[in-house]
Nanobody
Framework: QVQLVESGGGLVQAGGSLRLSCVASGVSFSRLGMAWFRQAPGMEREFVAS???????DYADFVKGRFAISRDNAKKTVFLQMNSLKPEDTAVFYC?????????????????WGQGTQVTVSS
C-alpha cells in the first residue's frame, strides 16, 4: 500500500513561485512512475507533469517552461517547482503514483493518490 502526502501549497501573487513536495511511504519508490495533477472548482482533474523511474519527464502544454518536476529517490519524494504562476493555476494539486514506473497524462493509469494541496494565485 502506497501512501502519498503532499505539501507546499499556499497563497502566492501572480508571477510568484511555489515548490510542492510529495513524500511516499510503504513502497519501493525508485521504481514508481510519479505525476502531478490538478483540479480547479467545477473542473475535471487534469494532468500537469510526470516523471518515470528513469527520470523521463512529461508536461502539459500549459506549464511547459514554467513548471519542473523532479524526484529524490533517497528521500522518496517528488517535487513540482512552479514559477511564473498565474491566477488560472489556482487549483488543488494532487500527487499520484503508478506501479508500472512510467508516466503520462491518463488519470486512470495511476494507482495511488495523495490528499491534495491547495494552490491559490492572486492577481
Amino acid at each position: 500500500q502506497v501512501q502519498l502526502v503532499e505539501s507546499g501549497g499556499g497563497l502566492v501573487q501572480a508571477g510568484g513561485s511555489l515548490r510542492l513536495s510529495c513524500v511516499a511511504s510503504g513502497v519501493s519508490f525508485s521504481r514508481l512512475g510519479m505525476a502531478w495533477f490538478r483540479q480547479a472548482p467545477g473542473m475535471e482533474r487534469e494532468f500537469v507533469a510526470s516523471i518515470t523511474w528513469l527520470r523521463e519527464e512529461d508536461y502539459a502544454d500549459f506549464v511547459k517552461g514554467r513548471f519542473a518536476i523532479s524526484r529524490d529517490n533517497a528521500k522518496k519524494t517528488v517535487f513540482l517547482q512552479m514559477n511564473s504562476l498565474k491566477p488560472e493555476d489556482t487549483a488543488v494539486f494532487y500527487c499520484a503514483s503508478t506501479d508500472d514506473g512510467r508516466g503520462g497524462p491518463y488519470v486512470n493509469k495511476y494507482n495511488y493518490w495523495g490528499q491534495g494541496t491547495q494552490v491559490t494565485v492572486s492577481s
